[in-house]
């Protein structure tokens, strides 16, 4: 029903700075957020930030000052702009988005980009 299209992970030198974007296509709902979650092997999914269609915005602590997401409702994109990365940061990030079209929440998820933070 949703397909999440993502792109700009990478390798990157500790204290550098990457972009990633997503874009949702199909039946968007305008009630919905956009964020992205980000996953170690071994260890449980986290959500890093996520923006709403209310214009409320919340992020992790880990990345708070760092990070700053925005999405463009328009075209149905999201983008996470991530400054300082540390190599903490390095993870496979997952692009979110979950629709209030029924009663409950419904979750689609992109298939995954690679972030590496070098030392």
């Known amino acids: 029903q949703v397909q999440l299209e993502e792109s700009g992970g990478g390798l990157v030198q500790e204290g550098g700075f990457l972009r990633l974007s997503c874009k949702a296509s199909?039946?968007?709902?305008?009630?919905?957020?956009m964020g992205w979650y980000r996953q170690v092997s071994g260890k449980q999914r986290e959500l890093v930030a996520a923006?709403?269609?209310?214009?409320?915005?919340n992020y992790a602590d880990f990345v708070k000052g760092r990070f700053i997401i925005s999405r463009e409702n328009a075209k149905n994109t999201v983008d996470l702009q991530m400054s300082r990365l540390e190599p903490e940061d390095t993870a496979v990030y997952y692009c979110?988005?979950?629709?209030?079209?029924?009663?409950?929440?419904?979750?689609?998820w992109g298939q995954g980009t690679q972030v590496t933070v070098s030392s």
């Open positions: 979110n988005h979950r629709s209030y079209w029924r009663g409950s929440p419904s979750d689609y």
């Open positions: 923006a709403h269609s209310d214009g409320s915005t």
């Open positions: 199909g039946t968007i709902f305008s009630i919905n957020s």
